[in-house]
């Protein structure tokens, strides 16, 4: 039975991970560490909390001694890291924790899976360490071209700057100890469990509470979606497939400027809500308000998935008409969950950010 170390399992990805990988596998053993932070709920994960090949452990990993004691207790063969702060507009206001957890949490973890992996001059064989990255470290494009796995990092937010960051420090683990990892570099992910501060859900909650729905700048910075239960499959293949040493960037080939998505949003929403549904009464464009652009803000992302697709055979299989729909509806049929996490520290947040 192998076991899995996931870090961060609380948060949207991860959470949406372990689901995927219970669902599948009956002899795996996950454990879930998390810290537990305003974007960490274990609500998303009541479906298999009490299966018996699940465990959580509430930890910062930057923690060494809670982590070193997980590794000392367990015979973990794969850490798939998604612990992070991962808002882009929190890390403007507030880079310090960026750097804490994306880069010092980064350098625990691998050097206490390096230390119990270490196998005379080199590492016990399977042992695998994947970083969970982003498609933001290498900055910008243009109207046109993709970030290829050797497009130079260029990062920008303090976000991607302390992504980049642990990236370069897991490469530094491959180059000089020859350490087992893989870093993957994904675009932007949607789909259920995503905390509203990201701007699908932000723009679902928004229509539903009939509040203005906040668009950056002149709506037309370009991102390429990525459903998240896709992306959960790919890194199940990495972890399987992947070449050691290699990074593998995973994209949806789905680009769409912010203002086309909040408008998507808009008609799915009055597609999907029943006839007599008193919000359809204000869902509409009206509610679009432009508002001022965001600092540093990259224009467009989009990336070339060949090389995964290629090598493991991953491609995205969810179309974003069909993956929009599934997310509107999960909302739709979670409203509980929602008002669970925009009631409090949310409502603080919100009205800094956007009054
Ligand atoms: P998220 O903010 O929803 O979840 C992050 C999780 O990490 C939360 O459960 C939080 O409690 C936990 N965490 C934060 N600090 C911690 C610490 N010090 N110790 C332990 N746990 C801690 O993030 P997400 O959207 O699920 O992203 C997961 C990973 O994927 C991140 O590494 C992010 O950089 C990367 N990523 C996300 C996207 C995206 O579109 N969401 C795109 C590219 C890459
Ligand atoms: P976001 O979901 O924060 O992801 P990222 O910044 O990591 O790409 O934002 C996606 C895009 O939507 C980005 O171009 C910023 C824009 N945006 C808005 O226009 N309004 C908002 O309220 C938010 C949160 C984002």
């Known amino acids: 039975m192998r076991t899995y170390l996931i870090t961060g399992g609380a948060g949207f990805i991860g959470s949406n991970f372990i689901l995927y990988m219970l669902n599948k596998y009956n002899d795996i053993k996950i454990i879930n560490v998390d810290a537990l932070t305003y974007a960490g709920n274990l609500e998303n994960l009541k479906e298999i909390e009490k299966n018996s090949n699940y465990g959580f452990v509430k930890a910062d990993i930057c923690d060494n001694e809670k982590i070193e004691e997980i590794f000392k207790n367990n015979d973990i063969d794969y850490v798939i890291n998604f612990a992070a702060e991962s808002h882009v507009d929190r890390s403007i206001k507030n880079p310090e924790i960026f750097a804490k957890t994306n880069i010092l949490g980064t350098v625990v973890l691998l050097d206490i899976a390096k230390k119990y992996w270490q196998d005379g001059e080199?590492?016990?064989?399977?042992?695998?360490?994947?970083?969970?990255?982003?498609?933001?470290?290498?900055?910008?494009?243009?109207?046109?071209?993709?970030?290829?796995?050797?497009?130079?990092?260029?990062?920008?937010?303090?976000?991607?700057?302390?992504?980049?960051?642990?990236d370069m420090i897991v490469k530094s683990y491959i180059d000089t100890?020859?350490?087992?990892?893989?870093?993957?570099?994904?675009?932007n992910n949607y789909g259920p469990y995503q905390f509203p501060e990201k701007l699908i859900p932000l723009v679902i909650n928004n229509c539903l509470?009939?509040?203005?729905?906040?668009?950056?700048g002149d709506g037309k910075n370009i991102r390429d979606w990525l459903y998240v239960e896709d992306h959960a499959k790919a890194i199940d293949m990495v972890i399987n497939k992947g070449r050691l040493g290699q990074i593998y960037n995973i994209g949806g080939h789905n680009e769409k400027q912010n203002i086309e998505i909040v408008n998507i949003i808009i008609d799915t929403l009055n597609q999907i809500l029943d006839e007599n549904d008193v919000r359809k009464k204000y869902i509409s464009d009206k509610l679009i308000k432009y508002v001022k652009d965001r600092k540093g803000h990259d224009r467009r992302y989009a990336i070339d998935p060949s090389k995964i697709k290629d090598e493991i055979g991953w491609y995205p299989e969810t179309c974003f008409e069909e993956g929009i729909k599934r997310t509107i509806k999960w909302y739709l049929e979670n409203e509980e969950w929602l008002k669970n996490i925009t009631n409090g520290e949310y409502l603080n947040y919100y009205s800094e950010m956007y009054e």
């Open 209 to 216: 509470e009939g509040r203005d729905l906040p668009v950056y």
């Open 122 to 166: 080199g590492f016990i064989e399977g042992k695998k360490y994947l970083q969970v990255s982003t498609d933001e470290v290498y900055g910008s494009l243009g109207d046109d071209g993709f970030f290829h796995e050797y497009t130079p990092l260029d990062p920008h937010s303090p976000y991607s700057a302390s992504k980049a960051s642990a």
């Open 177 to 187: 100890y020859k350490f087992p990892a893989n870093i993957t570099r994904c675009s």
